[in-house]
Each structure stands twice: as C-alpha cells, then as structure tokens.
C-alpha cells in the first residue's frame, strides 16, 4: 500500500459561466489521475462552476487531502484565491478536522516547456525557425506580480530550447506586451502563437483571434468551432500559426501527480495521516437508497433494474427505460449534466433543463456517488452535513463582498434590490429548483416568496424519499446578475440626480 493510498487529491481549476469547453481538461486531467489508481479519491473543484472550493471539502472522505491548482501561474488565484476559500495558512493546514497539503500549480512544472514545444512542433512543423518569431500569450493581471512570471519563465526557456527561432517573445492580453500588437514586435515573414492557458475556452477561442486579428468578434464556444485547422493565417503582412492551449495535453495529469510527489519530498511529508474512521459518504448513499430514497433533482434513483443494483433517469424517462441510450460509466453524467436539450450551457446545474434519453446502469454506490456528484455536485454531501449540523451556509453579503474582478461591483446592489433579485433568478419558476439556505446578512432574513419557500425538490415527489438540492451560498450566476443590477442601480441614481 502506498502512502497516498488513503488520500484524496483536489484538482482545481477556474471554470467558466458562459464557456462550456473551458472546465473540459480538467476533467480530461482528473480521469488520468484517477486511472493511475495512486490516490483513494480524486475530486474536483472550481472558482467559477460546480463544485465551489467552499463546497468540495464536504465531498471528500479523506482524512488527508493533496491540492492541485491546474493553473498556469503562481499568482492570483494560487497565492490568494485559492488559500482563501479553503481557508488554508501554509503548505500543510488543519481544516475542518482534515489535513490539507497546498501544492504548486501545474504551470510551473519543468514539463510545461516540453509540452509548449510539442505545441509548437505538431501544429507548425513547416515553418523556417529562423524566420519566425514565438509568442508565448498569457493573460496577465494588475491584481499580483506574479502572475505573469510563468508566461515570461517559459518564454525564455523555449527560445534557449530552440536557439533557431529568430525571437520569442512573453505576451500578454491585459498588460505589456500586448499580444494584439504582436506584429509591432514580429521582424519576420512568420508568426507561431501558442496560448498559455489550461483550456480551449473563452480566452484561446474566442478573445486571443480576436486580439490578433484573424476573427472580428468573439465566436461560438470551442465546441462549435474550427479555429486552429485554418492555420496558418495570412495577416498584417504575415504568416501566422496558432496553436490551440497547453492544457489539453494529456500529460498534465502526470505533472499533477508529479506536483504532489515533489511537494511530500520538499516537504518531508512522511507519516500518512490515518484512513476515515466511520461509513464513507457512499456507503451512506447506498443505506439512504435503501430506506427509500429515489429522487434527487431531475433525476429517479432506480433500484429495481434487472441489469444492475442502480439505475438512473430523467425521472420523465421512468415509463421508457427499454428505450434510453444505456451507459455503465459513472463519468459519462458529466457530459450530459453540461448542456440542456437546445445546447445551452447549465453551468448551474440545480437548473431545471436536465437532458432526458439516458440511463445510467451502475454496478455498485461508489459509481451512484460519482454519477449523482456529476449531475448534482455536492448536493448529497451538503444534505448529510446539514443533518448533522456541520454546514455552513454563506450569507450574500459576505459573498459579493469576496468577488474580484468585474464583479466587485456586485456587493453594492441595495437590499431592496437583491430581494427583488432572487425572486426573479432563483426558485423553480426561474428554472433553479434549489433550496436556499441563506439570508443577505445576519440580520436581513429573505421576504418571503415562491423562490424562497421552495424545498430544493420537485413538487409531486416525496419530501421523505427525496434528496434535497441545498443553494448554500449564491452561484455565479446570480452574482453576474447582481452586478447587472448594481449597474442598473446607480445608472438609475445617476439620471434621478441629473435628469438632463
Ligand atoms: S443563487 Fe438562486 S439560481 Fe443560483 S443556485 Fe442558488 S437558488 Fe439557484
């Protein structure tokens, strides 16, 4: 037995609420990890989808935990956001009884240059080196330094690797060097571009063509277009090659696995903390499904299947099993739980636009746990903490006050506005079939209305037989819509103070 046998390891990435591509690799990343079988679980967490890193910690049985951040820098998100929302003060930090050991990101991983060159070697194999100049895009950020230092490490790194390109260059979205001004800083007939990043999502796809020229608008997501096989691209003068991300790569599960064993050596990290005492939270599924239970959101909990000890559905496909496209893999609810029939993006996934057609076929609880946390994350966890008194719930307040970005502004909605808010965004009737649990502060309960009254399950199931989808702290989505109704707030103050 291995000393991370008895550990879980936490991948987390950024995640998207308007990009459906953009949480792909990580995905692609955890299945390689966990097909390695080194770890007793493998999760997932994220800052813009679900699970929230606020909300994976109740996922996980594990005593001792490893995280991963699957981003490019040390920077931001790792030095600030990340430590924050799961509350950790140092490499190894006691949370909520567990152990949890901080890794560096991926990105500064010595294999990063290698896959950055294989980028460049597969997609633009032709190209005369020293005719060419290299830019390396990141993103960049006024909010810490450090954020770009992994774009202009490898930067440097690729052009000692290939001393034959005429210049590589450190580029940027949001700071000097603009990658939209590549051509001012290219001298030669030939261009590669290859995007720093983890996924294909908002930024490889739809910002950075734009940035350089050969797209006039943000596209379609990723899935629905066709950007890198139009290369090369003839452009300001030039001729241009642009790869798709870094992230793809598989080998990126094998430097998360490889951050976790450089941090235990760096760290002397030797004693393993003890396995979970008591029944793990699939085992507590599988008793619960035996008392009863059968319905969790859209979704029926069939025990009764002929082929196997669980099935699920769309609980409007119950009548028409015999005709549902059958899948045994616990995995394959991820894909289905992402978009709605008319391809929307459910990157809520409490929303009421679940795909019908399928039934899962599953051998045992661990794989009911996997499918139910893919369709519905942490929402069985967050149910059994809250029976046994150990949820915390996030009020609103202190929700937007935490948000960055753009979406600073959101926490200045008055109060008045965000009742009015949650009436229209939350609640069945808006297509969220969530319960919620919080208020807008300590001192400001919701009024009450159907979006606030709703029990977190479908009106016509048994309450008793129903596990409970719990909206522990306000999703992303209603925080972007708070910040359009912030806006709207002073917009309205502004033409109220000075009519003309
Ligand atoms: S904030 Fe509203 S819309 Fe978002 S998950 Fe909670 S209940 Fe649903």
């Not at 196997?308 to 769309?314: E, M, R, V």
Request: proline letters at 6%; hydrophobic letters at 40%.
């Amino acid at each position: 037995m291995s000393a991370l046998s008895h550990t879980a390891l936490l991948v987390v990435g950024h995640g998207s609420t308007e990009n459906p591509d953009s949480s792909k690799p990580y995905f692609d990343h955890a299945a390689a990890v966990r097909a390695q079988g080194i770890f007793a679980e493998v999760h997932l967490a994220f800052w813009k989808e679900e699970p929230s890193l606020r909300e994976v910690l109740y996922q996980i049985d594990a005593q001792e935990i490893y995280v991963v951040p699957d981003f490019i820098s040390e920077g931001y998100f790792t030095q600030e956001v990340i430590p924050r929302e799961l509350e950790l003060t140092g490499a190894t930090t006691q949370v909520h009884g567990k152990t949890i050991h901080y890794c560096p990101p991926v990105g500064v991983h010595p294999t990063m240059t290698t896959i950055l060159s294989q980028r460049v070697e597969q997609e633009a194999p032709e190209v005369p080196r020293e005719e060419t100049t290299l830019f390396v895009v990141g993103h960049g950020t006024a909010l810490n330094d450090n954020t770009t230092r992994a774009v202009i490490d490898q930067a440097n790194l690729l052009a000692k690797r290939f001393p034959e390109f005429a210049a590589v260059h450190a580029t940027f979205m949001e700071q000097e060097m603009f990658i939209e001004d590549w051509d001012k800083h290219c001298e030669t007939p030939y261009a590669v571009v290859v995007p720093f990043f983890i996924a294909d999502g908002l930024h490889s796809y739809q910002d950075i063509p734009v940035l350089l020229g050969f797209e006039e608008n943000e596209g379609l997501p990723a899935s629905q277009k066709d950007i890198f096989r139009q290369n090369p691209y003839q452009i300001r003068g030039k001729t241009l090659y642009y790869t798709s991300a870094i992230g793809i790569e598989p080998a990126v599960g094998e430097v998360i696995i490889d951050q976790v064993h450089s941090f235990r050596e760096q760290h002397a990290v030797t004693d393993p903390v003890p396995p979970t005492k008591g029944p793990s939270l699939a085992q507590r599924l599988a008793d619960i499904v035996a008392g009863g239970v059968n319905h969790i959101g859209e979704i029926a909990i069939l025990t009764d299947h002929e082929q196997a000890p669980y099935a699920l559905c769309q609980y409007q496909d119950i009548a028409q099993q015999e005709t549902l496209k059958v899948s045994r893999d616990p995995f394959e609810a991820h894909k289905i739980a992402t978009l709605a029939a008319d391809g929307h993006f459910r990157f809520t996934k409490g929303e009421l636009s679940l795909k019908r057609g399928w039934l899962f076929l599953l051998e045992n609880a661990e794989d009911l746990r996997q499918a139910l946390d893919l369709f519905y994350p942490a929402s069985f966890a967050l149910w059994i903490a809250e029976q046994e008194g150990r949820l915390q719930i996030q009020n609103l307040r202190p929700k937007l006050q935490r948000q960055t970005g753009m979406y600073r502004y959101a926490h200045t909605i008055s109060d008045e506005g965000a009742q009015k808010l949650i009436q229209k965004v939350c609640g069945p009737s808006n297509c969220c079939v969530k319960k919620i649990l919080w208020a807008l502060d300590e001192n400001t309960p919701l009024v009450d209305s159907p979006a606030n009254t709703w029990p977190g399950h479908l009106s016509g199931v048994d309450p008793q037989k129903t596990i409970p989808l719990y909206c522990r702290e306000a999703c992303n989505h209603f925080v972007s819509q708070a910040r359009k109704a912030a806006k709207a707030e002073a917009d309205a103050a502004r033409v109220e103070k000075n009519p003309h």
